[in-house]
Every structure is written in structure tokens, then in C-alpha cells.
């Protein structure tokens, strides 16, 4: 089985006084019978950590015989089913199939793979990889071979293959060296050198690019970001600016992201759903605090204003207080 993501930064904690045989019955008595006790669903599933809710899994299948995602399957329906099935599943399966949904389909969405490739460590690829496999009889890399195409699809390939250094050592030698190669391969050139910026920013660690930027805009006098901007293009250009912007600050990456999802003419529940479930045990804190300091209102507001009461973001547990925060 995969192991638990967990940050430091998350809204959700191991819930005190833990059941899984009292929090199974209780999710079985909401779904039983005629309607749904939604209200009992949420306060049970956004106040338990996913550690906590495998073991509800768990309980529910030795103690009913039935999957509790399955039940959750037939008992309710769009949105709010999607995300409470999310939250009864292990974090690598879940990604692994919303890269899945990403590539399925009349048209691949290369947001959702840019996103979800340029903010997974090394270590939770290898395991998306390996829970995709094990899923879908079919490797990840075989699927985004092709679904996508280019310069963008050999990064995505660099990037799943989890081979980014995770140290968190800084060589100033190598960042000195890797502005240099970056300079000649884009700027100091006719024509770009996309090779280059693959292997550099879809390996190196995100200390050590954070380095080379620096590097960067001593040598050529320009910010990465406008370099990348003037010499790269289309899905490719999007993928390695996300890279940049994860490098300088994730949480700011993720709130954008959330905030575009919140805005124009319809919700992007897809992506909001994600991003709300795979950070709240790892940065949503400070995706909450990053989404403040840009937008100028909490992220529980925009939500609260966006979508149905009845959805679990709504309620002031899972987020800690921020909607009497929000009131001051």
C-alpha cells in the first residue's frame, strides 16, 4: 500500500479519540435507508486525516462487506460524490487517477498534468507511477506518450520518471554552471535549445534552481520567467514557467491556480477538488494565507460565495477558523 502524504503545513490533523468501527457505522446509518445525511458525511470525512480514513476503509469492508467507496458511488452524485470518493482514497491512487481523467477523452488537459507532475516530489511519482500501473495495466509514460507531444511531452516524461534530486545541499559551482547553459541554450543563441531547459529544471532540486535563477539573472540581466516567456512557447513555455513559479513558491502556484478554478463562468470543480484534497494534510495553510495576501479575501469566502452551501468546504472545521477570520 502507498504511504500517507503528510506535510507540516496541513488543515487536517489525526482526529483525537479516533474509532474506525464508530466512524464506519456512522458513515453506513448516513447512507443507509432513504436520503442521505450529508451534514454526518462531511463531519466525518474532512475531520479525519487519510491515514484515519484508509482505517475507516478498511473497517467498513470487514464489517459490511461492501467497498465504502462503492457506496458512496451509489448513494450520492456529481460534485459532492467525486469529492467524498476522493477523500476514502490513498493519496498516490487519487493522483494517479486524476492524471488518468486528465488524458481521457476527446482532449488531454494539460493544466491538470502540468499541475500535478511539477508539485509531486520524486518519491510520491514513483508511487503515482506504480498505483497507475497497478490500476490501469499501463504505464503512466505510455499514457502521456500519447496524449501529448514535443518538447511538453519529453518534460512531462522527465518529470514522471521522479528523477528530481530532492536534496535540500545547494552547489553554487553547478548553479553558476546551469545559469551559464541556460543563458547559451535560450538567449545568448539563435534559435532555443528546449533540451537543456528540460534537463536542468526538470531535474535539479527545487533549492538548488531556486540558486540558479538567481545565477541566471546575473549573468543575462533577465528574470528566468521573461527568458522563458520570449524563447519558449505553447504548452512547453506554461509547463516550465509552473516549474519556476513551484521553485519560488508552491503554495503562492496553488492558490493561482484554486483562484482561476473559483472564477469566470463556471467552477472548475475538477481542479479545485484535487488541489483541496491532495494539499490539506501537506501546505493548505499556507495556500489559505498565499490566496489572502493575492486576492485580497480568504480563500473560505471564495468558496463559500462560488459554490453551494451544502459542499464540506463550507464548514469552518476544515478550515480552521478561517471564516471568523474572515469576519474580523
Not at 458513515?27 to 435507508?33: F, P, S, V, Y
Not at 494539499?279 to 495553510?285: A, K, Y
Not at 498565499?290 to 451544502?310: D, V
Request: hydrophobic share 35%.
Amino acid at each position: 500500500m502507498a504511504s500517507i502524504w503528510v506535510g507540516h503545513r496541513g488543515t487536517i490533523r489525526d482526529y483525537p479519540d479516533f474509532s474506525p468501527s464508530v466512524d464506519a457505522e456512522a458513515i453506513r446509518k448516513a447512507i443507509r435507508g432513504i436520503g442521505t445525511d450529508e451534514k454526518m458525511l462531511i463531519s466525518i470525512l474532512t475531520e479525519r486525516s487519510n491515514a484515519q480514513r484508509q482505517l475507516i476503509v478498511k473497517e467498513y469492508q470487514a464489517a459490511y462487506g461492501k467497498e465504502l467507496k462503492d457506496d458512496l458511488k451509489g448513494d450520492l452524485s456529481g460534485h459532492f460524490e467525486h469529492l467524498m470518493v476522493a477523500l476514502v482514497t490513498p493519496p498516490a491512487v487519487f493522483d494517479a487517477k486524476q492524471l488518468k481523467k486528465s488524458m481521457k477523452g476527446a482532449g488531454t488537459n494539460e493544466d491538470a498534468l502540468t499541475e500535478i507532475l511539477t508539485t509531486r516530489t520524486s518519491r510520491q511519482m514513483k508511487e503515482i507511477s506504480q498505483a497507475y500501473y497497478t490500476i490501469y495495466k499501463k504505464s503512466l509514460g505510455d499514457d502521456i506518450s500519447s496524449e501529448t507531444s514535443g518538447d511538453f511531452r519529453k518534460a512531462l516524461l522527465t518529470l514522471a520518471d521522479g528523477r528530481r534530486d530532492e536534496s535540500l545541499k545547494v552547489d553554487e559551482h553547478l548553479a553558476k554552471k546551469d545559469a551559464q547553459i541556460l543563458y547559451k541554450a535560450g538567449e545568448n543563441r539563435w534559435g532555443t535549445d528546449e533540451d537543456k531547459f528540460t534537463e536542468i529544471l526538470c531535474l535539479r532540486s527545487f533549492p538548488q534552481l531556486k540558486l540558479t535563477f538567481d545565477e541566471y539573472r546575473n549573468i543575462s540581466q533577465k528574470d528566468i520567467v521573461d527568458s522563458i516567456k520570449g524563447e519558449l512557447s505553447g504548452h512547453f513555455e506554461d509547463l516550465l514557467l509552473a516549474i519556476v513559479h513551484c521553485v519560488r513558491n508552491t503554495p503562492a502556484f496553488l492558490a493561482e491556480r484554486l483562484h482561476r478554478a473559483l472564477k469566470g463562468a463556471g467552477t472548475d470543480e475538477f481542479t479545485l477538488n484535487r488541489i483541496m484534497v491532495s494539499r490539506s494534510e501537506i501546505d493548505l495553510l499556507d495556500i489559505r494565507i498565499e490566496f489572502k495576501k493575492h486576492y485580497g479575501y480568504s480563500l473560505y469566502s471564495a468558496i463559500k460565495t462560488f459554490l453551494c452551501p451544502l459542499t464540506p468546504f463550507s464548514g469552518g472545521d476544515w478550515w480552521k477558523g478561517e471564516d471568523k477570520e474572515e469576519q474580523r
